[in-house]
């Protein structure tokens, strides 16, 4: 180990004398990868990410009415559910609506398509023991990455309170 520092200290002199000699190469050198990555950087496709959490209840609005008379419906994974009910067509189609991509009238094939892509660009997780159910939407639209994300965020929740007073009537 002592050998590998002191030929380091050694070597320092020659590697000043020959950078010294070469300074121009080496500043055209790094002038050229610092304006290739920049060129890189603004010809990059721009992706504009957003994310809505919503805090999922973990009570059932039956159980306090049924308390001993019946076994309330249980949840296993709240993030599939909550998939399933967002990738469901009524709330595809709102979300179609929402994106402005109705605005050319697709026909039903390219609307299937679209609807696939929005599939592939949107993630929906769980965290916190289920509790909470985060769905990120992936665009090159900042505006319609926030709207439709928005609109997912309220679409769940509207579909949950309606299923909820659909269990309470039963």
């Known amino acids: 180990m002592v050998g590998d520092n002191d030929s380091l200290t050694a070597m320092m002199p020659i590697l000043v004398s020959e950078g010294r000699k070469r300074l121009l190469a080496m500043v055209l050198i790094f002038a050229f990868i610092a304006v290739l990555a920049l060129v890189a950087g603004l010809l990059w496709p721009k992706k504009y990410s957003a994310s809505t959490s919503i805090l999922v209840g973990q009570s059932n609005i039956i159980t306090p009415l049924m308390e001993g008379a019946a076994v309330p419906t249980g949840v296993a994974n709240r993030a599939s559910i909550a998939r399933d009910v967002i990738f469901s067509n009524k ?4 979300i179609l609506k929402t ?4 605005a050319a009238n697709p026909s039903p094939i390219e609307q299937a398509r679209i609807i696939e892509e929005i599939k592939n660009r949107t993630t929906v997780t769980s965290q916190k023991n289920d509790k909470l159910i985060t769905i990120t939407y992936t665009d090159s639209d900042p505006e319609r990455s926030y709207e439709v994300t928005r609109r997912f965020a309220q679409l769940f929740i509207e ?6 007073m659909r269990e309470s009537q039963e």
């Open 99 to 102: 994106g402005g991509w109705l």
């Open 91 to 94: 709330v595809m189609d709102d």
């Open 159 to 164: 579909e949950s309170l309606d299923a909820k």
